[in-house]
């Protein structure tokens, strides 16, 4: 059995399926509905992350390895930085109709990287059809009953790419260049390329898998985070000159205006990832960066450096999102928004 | 044999030792040469780096382990950001001085990270004095002849610390704790944390036998690249705020005069890493970074983004280096530099 084969050469030590049943039986179990079906509809979370994109797409390439039709749907639109590791027209993008159309067309549905049946947003009504078989991979905690044929959740493994990588090995896949790429661009983009707490063995491990074929791990960080236009560059900058402290330094913040945003000719979006630097300042335990929406009001990015819990901040100011990346909406001026957030953060550094 | 639990379990494809003997070869007759000896002296290169500093460390706590005195000395001062990573005391820095006393005074010594005699510093005269054991693991491309009575050289290895690693097998070194964080240190530094083109599947394997005994990366990232003082923040904020593009976009560039250093509060060292930063910006095949001197000269740091060999490009104009990383100094004003540059630079990129 090929499980034999993962467990010497993979994951010594697979961690255990939330539900409590060991990962190989789910893999058997999962593998078994795969090989009967020839059509497999693939779809992940609105707003898809790298793991959301480069999971559903590695699926999709080892099942048509197999003879299979796999088609990836989103009702979201594909992030430019994801294009040189996935080929063009991977990713069908449809609406509300376009998705109706779609119901009862697949032998099977797979939900990845998400259980929840309303994040999947336009797709939901398709994978949630009465009658539909439907899977259902994924790495976050659980909280609810969920109706599927099948239900691997695995909160220890670094992305859901890993669990990916699982079954395509239980389906005897051969990983290919291109299953490889998609699949690290998965895995590097929700470990922070390796830098995150839950880049540990396993993240490494899956890793070295994927290289196996050669891939050039340079040429892919080049892909994914080494093609900032100048406007984000520039953008950056500002961020990174005009960081303040806080709270005796444990609160690194920075604000970027919509006048800022337009003398960089940047726009919202080049923010992503300069958060990231910010949490580099000595001695910080949070970032926290300020931008302004066209309305004027902020939006609040968290990220915690230390042991605080950012969530339970973003939560009591009416935002949301993990103990490490969270994030609210605010009114105001910025030095208001930043008194009220330096209230609630002091009491959670305090306890 | 250790060896062949090596092979299973973490080099199944041992790359050559640079003199086309086996590597088991060489690590079965180096430890040997460690077995016997009771003391020994631990030296590397000049301005040492984390791999230096990491592999030597690592070294002669598995040595201590086995019993041995095992010391390492330095005759630069170790990089502060090392700090986290290694306890202090680990590097004793001597002066030329302090370096001849040690003369004889160990059964072995052991040349680590270099196979040059003269880039060992003061520690030279030591190392080679008539008589004297020695012994060199290195991952650099050697020429010339070498004296040791063991040299392990592998090119293909991405940092000296897997070399230790597998030595450490071969002793048959439980890799605890702080073995593995100093071994951490130099590899992940080497690699620039594991987006090098040296990160390949060695570097990957290294790294999960490494977090086998439960390291915590995201916390060892901190430690070595997560801690920059603010005037090291504000300083990189200009470098990128104020980057420019020049040859059709292919070569990125950013000035620090004497002014804007003193303006940040900032010193020339912490433009360390700043120019990777520059090397992100979209079409860029070469980043610049030209810092000026006390002197009102300039140093100029360059990084090759694509194939672009920039050893040959500061050669030119009186430097050197590696391909993809390589600086010189220059005098002039900072466009008269830059239009050198471009100059040179447009050749290479021609051909």
Redesign the interface.
């Known amino acids: 059995m090929s499980f034999d084969s993962i467990e010497n050469d993979f994951a010594d030590n697979l961690p255990d399926d939330v539900s409590g049943r060991p990962v190989s039986e789910v893999l058997v179990e999962m593998a078994e509905i795969l090989r009967q079906a020839q059509s497999v509809l693939i779809a992940t979370h609105v707003g898809p992350d790298g793991d959301a994109i480069g999971s559903s797409v590695g699926l999709a390439l080892g099942l048509k390895s197999l003879g299979k039709e796999a088609r990836v749907f989103s009702g979201s639109s594909v992030d430019g930085r994801f294009e040189g590791l996935i080929a063009a027209g991977s990713v069908e993008t449809v609406d509300e109709e376009g998705a109706s159309c779609l119901t009862g067309q697949f032998d099977v549905c797979v939900l990845l990287d998400t259980s929840e049946p309303a994040r999947a947003g336009v797709l939901e009504g398709v994978i949630f059809a009465p009658g539909q078989k439907r899977i259902c991979i994924d790495h976050h905690l659980l909280s609810g009953e969920y109706s599927f044929d099948s239900h691997l959740a695995v909160a220890s493994s670094p992305a859901t790419a890993c669990l990916v990588l699982w079954l395509l090995d239980e389906l005897e896949v051969t990983v290919e260049d291109n299953i490889a790429r998609a699949l690290w661009l998965a895995l590097a983009t929700d470990t922070g390329?390796?830098?995150?707490?839950n880049?540990?063995?396993l993240a490494?491990?899956c890793?070295?898998r994927l290289?196996?074929g050669g891939l050039?791990?340079?040429e892919l960080?080049?892909f994914i985070?080494?093609?900032?236009?100048?406007q984000k560059?520039?953008l950056?900058?500002?961020?990174?000159?005009?960081?303040q402290?806080a709270l005796d330094g444990r609160l690194v913040w920075s604000v970027i205006s919509r006048e800022t945003l337009a003398e960089a000719g940047a726009v919202r979006e080049d923010l992503d990832g300069a958060i990231d630097?910010?949490?580099?300042?000595?001695g910080a335990h949070t970032a926290a960066l300020l931008s302004q929406l066209d309305d004027g009001s902020f939006k609040v990015s968290l990220r915690s450096?230390e042991s605080i819990d950012v969530e339970r901040v973003a939560r009591e100011l009416g935002g949301g999102g993990h103990a490490k990346a969270a994030g609210y909406s605010a009114t105001g001026t910025a030095q208001e928004i930043l008194d009220t957030l330096k209230d609630v953060l002091n009491k959670e550094l305090d306890t």
């Open positions: 390329w390796f830098r995150f707490s880049a540990g063995r490494f491990q890793a070295e290289l196996e050039d791990p340079e960080y080049g985070y080494g093609s900032r236009s100048g560059t520039r950056w900058g500002r961020v990174l000159l005009e960081h402290l630097l910010l949490k580099g300042v000595k450096v």
